[in-house]
Nanobody
């Protein structure tokens, strides 16, 4: 059974940092591209960051470039999102996604809430 379990969300002050984790199981983690998406209240879900199946390439939304870093640990079947210099606009539910090379298989976690507020 495929599972993606996010953790690490919470309340943080503007300018602070958080690290999200997504633990994967039930599929061959190393062969899947991994991404983080987020959905703020009243807005559509948007791509935040992605990392290729073997971690050779990454890409980021313009709004988080220079502040967020995506990484993966194949030994732990886990993908991370390090978030620095957080802003109130980063407040959202953050979702982990796994997608195979063909794009036919795509799995989602249940999300982790990040709230940036003073």
């Amino acid at each position: 059974q495929v599972q993606l379990v996010e953790s690490g969300g919470g309340l943080v002050q503007p300018g602070g940092s958080l690290r999200l984790s997504c633990a994967a199981s039930g599929f061959t983690f190393s062969t899947y591209a991994m991404s983080w998406y987020r959905q703020a209240p009243g807005k559509e879900r948007e791509l935040v960051a992605a990392i290729s199946s073997f971690g050779r390439s990454t890409n980021y939304a313009d709004s988080v470039k220079g502040r967020f870093t995506i990484s993966r640990d194949t030994a732990k079947n886990t993908v991370y999102l390090q978030m620095n210099s957080l802003k109130p606009d980063d407040t959202a539910v953050y979702y982990c996604n796994a997608r195979d090379g063909s794009g036919r298989r795509s799995y989602w976690g249940k999300g982790s809430l990040v709230t940036v507020s003073s």
